[in-house]
């Protein structure tokens, strides 16, 4: 789940976020890009935060990124040094197949 100011929203695929409609996640701010960043969440539950070539930066934990980076369970993501956002595995567990019992 990408937890923001005290909201919840289930994580599948590609998660963009940024100024513009088309995004998953709208912000409306002039600080952050019509296209800011993508959360990508792989089938092994792996979690990686990616910067759209924004103007004034995705930061995780507090550095800003420039290339992909690996985006850790409770590790927070801040876009345009102003909206946090953070990760939490539970609600996004899928449950386990035939397969992987």
Known sequence: MLEHAGEQRRLEG???IGRAG???I???SPKVS???SIIHLEENGAFW???LGSN???FHNRRRIHDPSDFVIGMRLILAAQ???S???AANRRPKSKVDR
Do not use: A, K, P
Request: aromatic share 4%; hydrophobic share 30%.
């Open 83 to 85: 909206h946090s956002y």
């Open 22 to 24: 088309l995004n998953t």
């Open 34 to 36: 019509r296209l800011h």
């Open 26 to 28: 709208v912000v409306d």
């Open 14 to 16: 590609n998660c963009s």
């Open 49 to 51: 935060l990616i910067d």
């Open 87 to 89: 990760i939490s595995r």
């Open 56 to 58: 004034n930066g995705t």
